[in-house]
T-cell receptor, first 115, second 111 residues
Framework: GAVVSQHPSWVICKSGTSVKIECRSLDFQATTMFWYRQFPKQSLMLMAT?????????EQGVEKDKFLINHASLTLSTLTVTSAHPEDSSFYIC???????????FGQGTRLTVV | SQKIEQNSEALNIQEGKTATLTCNYTNYSPAYLQWYRQDPGRGPVFLLL?????KEKRKERLKVTFDTTLKQSLFHITASQPADSATYLC??????????FGTGTSLTVIP
């Protein structure tokens, strides 16, 4: 099946710094990429949807200036957590889809810890 | 806004039995519904997709039903095995490829 690579798998950063997470579709062109956040024992919470070459659409309650999403190509999307705080510590997962209808292919997730 | 609910509690069943997980939704008319499996610390893995005009889909020991009148999907795992223990997520999608996930159900298959 299709592969989505997410990097890094885990990261520890100091409060106030920024962290960039990459999501790449390795063997297909992703028309749409999604970013999710997941707290322990909870389901995936959609943060934003991004289409290549256009601005991301953020879900209600997600600060677009804090969670910067760039989808520069059909195979790469990045999420930058700016001025990170301990409450931003979470499991972040990206997914990518091709042409409709299709399943979503997920990255392996990034465990972010802000200290 | 749309609301998607799965089995409210963790599900424990005996090995060999059939596990049935439910996914109910409101305020939404999905074009299709999917089921994913998620293991701890990993991203979800796709299992099955069923379209709004399909009633049932099967894949090996898995069966999914989709009732758009009841706004419900049932996910069955027959002859369950301990290796089936995981969290199972349903996801609803529309024609715009927007995905929304349910709350997830933790399944434990007891040997």
């Amino acid at each position: 099946g299709a592969v989505v690579s997410q990097h890094p798998s885990w990261v520890i950063c100091k409060s106030g710094t920024s962290v960039k997470i990459e999501c790449r579709s390795l063997d297909f062109q992703a028309t749409t990429m999604f970013w999710y956040r997941q707290f322990p024992k909870q389901s995936l919470m959609l943060m934003a949807t991004s289409n290549e070459g256009s601005k991301a659409t953020y879900e209600q309650g997600v600060e677009k200036d804090k969670f910067l999403i760039n989808h520069a190509s059909l195979t790469l999307s990045t999420l930058t957590v700016t001025s990170a705080h301990p409450e931003d510590s979470s499991f972040y997962i990206c997914s990518a889809v091709g042409l409709w209808p299709t399943e979503a292919f997920f990255g392996q997730g990034t465990r972010l810890t802000v200290v | 806004s749309q609301k998607i609910e799965q089995n409210s509690e963790a599900l424990n069943i005996q090995e060999g039995k059939t596990a049935t997980l439910t996914c109910n939704y409101t305020n939404y008319s999905p074009a299709y519904l999917q089921w994913y499996r998620q293991d701890p610390g990993r991203g979800p893995v796709f299992l099955l997709l069923i379209r709004e005009n399909e009633k049932e889909k099967r894949k090996e020991r898995l069966k999914v039903t989709f009732d758009t009148t009841l706004k419900q999907s049932l996910f069955h795992i027959t002859a369950s095995q301990p290796a089936d223990s995981a969290t199972y997520l349903c996801a609803l999608g529309d024609t715009g490829n927007q995905f929304y996930f349910g709350t997830g159900t933790s399944l434990t298959v007891i040997p």
